[in-house]
């Protein structure tokens, strides 16, 4: 069974930083995509970041050059670093775990709250 297990949200103030963190287990987390998506409220969920089995990544412009999506495949955990925090930051996210049998799993979310 696939388990994954989002934590590092929380209230900052603009400007500054969270590191989220995703640990996934009952897979082969090497050959895994992991997506970071979020969920404004009242919004739909959007992808935010992406990083492919071997490390290739990929992000949303509004994040570019701010966010950082990270993976240690030692300790089936994926990461996303993010700086310069706005109030357009503010959401839930999600985690994703795309498996090489194509199949998607979800994590239960973390609250970012950036206030201004």
């Known amino acids: 069974q696939v388990r994954l297990v989002e934590s590092g949200g929380g209230s900052v103030q603009a400007g500054g930083s969270l590191r989220l963190s995703c640990a996934a287990s009952?897979?082969?987390?090497?050959?895994?995509?992991m997506t970071w998506y979020r969920q404004a409220p009242g919004k739909q969920r959007d992808l935010v970041a992406q990083?492919?089995?071997?490390?290739?990544?990929s992000y949303t412009d509004a994040v570019k050059g701010r966010f950082t999506i990270s993976r240690d495949d030692a300790k089936n955990t994926a990461y996303l670093q993010m700086t310069a925090l706005t109030p357009d930051d503010t959401g839930v996210y999600y985690c994703?775990?795309?498996?090489?049998?194509?199949?998607?799993?979800w994590g239960q979310g973390t609250q970012v709250t950036v206030s201004s």
């Open positions: 990083i492919a089995p071997g490390g290739i990544v």
């Open positions: 994703h775990l795309s498996d090489r049998r194509g199949l998607g799993y």
């Open positions: 009952g897979t082969f987390y090497v050959y895994s995509f």
